[in-house]
């Protein structure tokens, strides 16, 4: 192969994988793999001195999903030249003063305020066109709505959630296959979703990195003066740190320490020069402006052997591969796992048992295999290597390599797999779904192992099989009770539960209540609604829609919910719009609770009574519940800022009786 020919396979790989990544929030190749193909195009297009159309060298991005609406920038959002080398770092200075900062690994928002309040913002998109995701914004947890600064001010930050609130979600979602992989994938689906109340769950934070626009004001031809003024704004600013060519390399290392216990994903550093006037006066490339550069970590990279491949199955079918091998130490914790994604990823490291593997930790937290030295998996499409599954490790069934977006992935075929059964039961009787105790994942793998249940309506008939439940070894007459005393109990719910229950793919709680408001709580409307009706409620939209008429399409499900409707009683919710200080308004809810088992209880509270209970303070919030109303949390600084009422349990209890 020439060397033109192998620019335009780099090319086409590169242009896969980065709309995959920034598009389709999806991952195709590691950040490792991604970067040596890109550093290898780079060198060759210096080697011809050819740069081929839609090469990623001289491109800006993607263009932005059709679901939000789309607006031009007013000037382009352009990438960083970027280097690993810390001397190159210190070299570009070239003995001028810069900031040093963190490189935040998550949604780039450009925000206008005029006249003192959040007018709009906008993603980054491809860098010329991004989506306008205003509504969202509002429900960052730390974004001021009103500054005082009263012209148009216009800046850019990076929308991010934290490595905590990230694994406290997916440690909600059951399924393995709908864990998100990353918290930037995390953030960038939470910034971009049609209904802000899914937005406001996620602890959206923002963090300010640049000003484009402050007219009237005196920065002192100093960045570090703009990021001062941003921060008097109410801005929370990214960490950084005035630097020379003397004292950057120290920095450097502060960073490299600081970075393994930050709870902010963070992908690198950004040198800027503080002079103003100097970075302008260097101008721009094709791609990169000269006033900045980036910096990425020299990744910790260790060999070491590939030991299985576990392949883990879901309650959809889905098989996640992960790769086990001989522990190693990597960035001071030992490592012996690394999820592999899908099969399409499994193919392209031609993995094989035994093989030497390289791996490393993205952003120096989450294991991945950055290359695969022996390569001895084969696989010709038809005839797979046996690291890839033919039968499902859970029941035995066949298995099957699906192609959806270009990505290959395995999935059990059998409609009867105890791993679909076991994640689909474990979901129905959940706490946010029938919340029965006493039906662990390991008590239903027993129960289906025997036979006991094979559908949902089964659980309700387990009585059936007393005699052999308490024949079960730990489970006795006492326990046997109990479970049933939990079955019964849990026989009279709520439509929206019901249906969250299901399991009905991107359906979630806050999705249910939303669809089965908008049809009164009547189950038949709500399982016959169309694609029309559904799309058109504010918060549901086509994906949400398009799941829900698929699966009511089915006549198993119908049926199954049939069955399931001759156990249950569907209380419909009282709604008493009676008193006029809580129909209608919009409550946000903070801190520890006196009066209430937790939050969700007094939330149900309010909208039986017409009311609404948000997950974030923003401009249409009427009143803050929080029982210390002089603490300094962002939800008090943020009520205090828009002067909304900061009330106690005690002061809402009176609300409610009408005092």
Known sequence: MNEIDRMKELIDLLTKASKAYYAEDREIMSNYEYDKLY????????????????????????????????????????????????????DWLKGKEGLLSWKLDGLTIVLTYRDGKLFKAVTRGNGEVGEVITPNAMTFVNLPHVIPYKGELILRGEAVISYTDFEKINEQIEDVDAKYKNPRNLCSGSVRQLNNEITAERNVRLYAFTLVKA???????????????????????????????SDILDRIQYYADAVKGNDIPSDGLVLTYDDIEYGRSLGRTAKFPRDAIAFKWQDEIRETKLLEIEWSPSRTGLINPVAIFEPVELEGTTVQRASVHNVSIVKELQLGIGDTITVYKANMII?????NLTRSGVYDGNDDDKLIPQHCPACNGVTQIRRINDTEALYCTNP???????????????????????????????FIAHGFIHELPDIFRLDKHKDELCKLEGFGDKSYNNLIAAIDKSRTIQLPKLIYSLGIL?????????????????????????????????????????????????????RELDELLKELTIEIPKLDSSNEAI?????????????????????????????????????KTDYLINNDPASSSSKNKKAKELNIPIITEEQFMKMNSGE
């Open 416 to 446: 009867e797999c105890p791993a679909k059964k076991i994640k689909r039961f474990d979901l129905f009787v959940s706490r946010d779904a029938l919340n029965i105790d006493g039906l662990s994942e390991s008590t239903l793998e027993k």
């Open 506 to 558: 991107n359906v979630g709680l806050s999705n249910a209540k939303i669809i089965c408001r908008e049809f009164d709580h009547d189950i038949d409307r709500v399982r016959h609604a169309d694609m029309e009706q559904l799309s058109s409620i504010d918060g549901v939209g086509e994906v949400i829609a398009r799941s829900f008429v698929d699966y009511f399409a089915d006549e198993n499900h119908n």
């Open 39 to 90: 550093d290898e195009l780079q060198s060759l297009e210096e080697t011809t001195g050819t740069v081929l159309a839609g090469s990623p060298t001289v491109s800006i991005g993607y263009e932005a999903v059709d679901e939000l609406p789309k607006e031009a920038h007013e000037s382009p959002m352009l990438s960083l030249d970027k280097t690993k080398d810390r001397e190159t770092l210190r």
């Open 215 to 245: 007219e009237d004001v005196d920065f002192h031809n100093s960045r570090k003066d703009q990021m001062e003024f941003l921060r008097t704004q109410g801005f929370e600013v990214v960490e950084y740190h005035p630097v020379k060519e």
């Open 583 to 619: 129909n209608g308004k919009t409550f946000v809810i903070t801190g520890s609770l006196e009066h209430f088992d937790n939050r969700n209880a007094l939330k149900e509270l309010i909208e039986s009574m017409g009311g609404k209970v948000s997950g974030s303070v923003s401009t």
């Open 367 to 371: 294991p991945q295999i950055a290359d």
